[in-house]
Each structure stands twice: as C-alpha cells, then as structure tokens.
Nanobody, 122 residues
Framework: QVQLVESGGGLVHPGGSLRLSCTVSAPGRDFSFLVLGWFRQAPGKERERVASIDGSWSAFTTNYADSVKGRFTISRDNPRNMGYLQMNNLKPEDTAVYYC???????????WGPGTQVTVSS
C-alpha cells in the first residue's frame, strides 16, 4: 500500500516562497512509474489540482493549473521516492491545505497524504 506524507508548509508573507515535500512509501512498486500530483483545498472551496508530473512512461511530463503557472514548479526524485512543489511569489489566494497524491497511469489518484497547511498573509 502506497503511503504519502507532506511537509514544508507554514506561514509566509505575500511574495515569499515555500518548498513542499512529499515522502512516498511504495513497497513493491516502482515509484518512477507513478503519477504524482499536488492538490490544494481552501476553506469553503473544492479541492483543485495544482500540478502533476507523469511517470517514466511519459518522460515525466508536467502540468500546471493556470493560477500557478510560472510561479510553482513540480519535481520528483525517483531514487529517493520524493516529490516536491516549489512555490514562488506566493499570494494570499494560495492559502490552502496542500496534498500530494499518487496513482497509476489512466487510473486516477488513489493514494493521498494527510496534507500540510500553507498560509500566505502579511
């Protein structure tokens, strides 16, 4: 069973940066084959996908929500079973609980971390 834990959240001023990490435990699975995504959910809003990075079968293609393009960068370290979300030029509207998730190609995300809070405020 795949297990994920996020870290790196916190309070930051507008214009600041944070780097979120996702530690993935995937016994018996090749982490490089999994899709990795970052999602967020703000109070009163639906969960939205922020960024995703495909597995090795797609040369680790990345995708971003329009709201974060040019500010956020998703990456992964396959030998270490780690995922990252570098967030720059943060805005108050980026405030949310951020989750990482993994899944198999074409099957959606089926493993989720507990989330980490990101608050952007002056």
């Amino acid at each position: 069973q795949v297990q994920l834990v996020e870290s790196g959240g916190g309070l930051v001023h507008p214009g600041g940066s944070l780097r979120l990490s996702c530690t993935v435990s995937a016994p018996g699975r090749d982490f490089s084959f999994l899709v990795l995504g970052w999602f967020r959910q703000a109070p009163g809003k639906e969960r939205e996908r922020v960024a995703s990075i495909d597995g090795s079968w797609s040369a680790f293609t990345t995708n971003y929500a329009d709201s974060v393009k040019g500010r956020f960068t998703i990456s992964r370290d396959n030998p270490r079973n780690m995922g990252y979300l570098q967030m720059n030029n943060l805005k108050p509207e980026d405030t949310a609980v951020y989750y990482c998730a993994t899944g198999l190609r074409g099957r959606g995300y089926n493993s989720w971390g507990p989330g980490t809070q990101v608050t952007v405020s002056s």
